[in-house]
T-cell receptor
Framework: SQQGEEDPQALSIQEGENATMNCSYK?????LQWYRQNSGRGLVHLIL?????REKHSGRLRVTLDTSKKSSSLLITASRAADTASYFC????FGGGSEKLVFGKGTKLTVNP | DADVTQTPRNRITKTGKRIMLECSQT?????MYWYRQDPGLGLRLIYY???????NKGEISDGYSVSRQAQAKFSLSLESAIPNQTALYFC????????????FGEGSRLTVL
């Protein structure tokens, strides 16, 4: 089944540095989403990028999408300790609905004060 | 109050017991989902529902059943719990339309001994 795969699995940085996470997927998509999960909590939607978009910004977040490479990246600029969390990408199937979002295994980000 | 509420938040039970996890939402969404999260495996879809009369199996429905009692309520049952059903369970909702954003509850941590 199609699935987003995040890379790296874990990332540790210092406060103030930028964090970049990558997601690869297997088949054509309508859109790709990124979610954040604080330890043991529910997932929170961060940003959605459609297949006809190449870049999207939201505050300190920048998401890029390269459909030719079937990959996306999430950049968090000027990271803060509060950004410590796991980050997941989620993809849907071309022609399908968002009810079949498929999540990757996540990148665990640690931001050290 | 949270938009998506799950009960119980934590539950320890024994093999063979019947368990029900409940989810209620105040977002007015038609679509509701149950996901399971295991360490290192990301989130996997158990069941989803487009409306009260529509129930669909996800990728890992064996051993689970669901009931959509009303637009706002979607319950997940384990008829005879087994240890490999120990996991963190999430309920989520989404709006009709193509935004694709899911709104998650805080999760129900289930331990089967």
């Amino acid at each position: 089944s199609q699935q987003g795969e995040e890379d790296p699995q874990a990332l540790s940085i210092q406060e103030g540095e930028n964090a970049t996470m990558n997601c690869s997927y297997k088949t054509s998509i309508n859109n790709l989403q990124w979610y954040r999960q604080n330890s043991g909590r529910g997932l929170v939607h961060l940003i959605l990028i459609r297949s006809n978009e190449r870049e999207k910004h939201s505050g300190r977040l920048r998401v890029t999408l390269d459909t030719s490479k079937k990959s996306s990246s999430l950049l968090i600029t000027a990271s803060r300790a509060a950004d410590t969390a796991s980050y997941f990408c989620a993809t849907d199937a071309f022609g399908g609905g968002s009810e079949k979002l498929v999540f990757g295994k996540g990148t665990k980000l640690t931001v050290n004060p | 109050d949270a938009d998506v509420t799950q009960t119980p938040r934590n539950r320890i039970t024994k093999t063979g017991k019947r368990i029900m996890l409940e989810c209620s939402q105040t977002k007015g969404h038609d679509r509701m989902y149950w996901y399971r999260q295991d360490p290192g495996l990301g989130l996997r879809l158990i069941y989803y529902s487009f409306d009260v009369k529509d129930i669909n199996k996800g990728e890992i429905s064996d051993g689970y059943s669901v009931s959509r009692q009303a637009q706002a309520k979607f319950s997940l049952s384990l008829e005879s719990a087994i240890p490999n059903q120990t996991a963190l369970y999430f309920c989520a909702t989404s709006d009709f339309g193509f935004t694709g954003e899911l709104f998650f509850g805080e999760g129900s941590r289930l331990t089967v001994l």
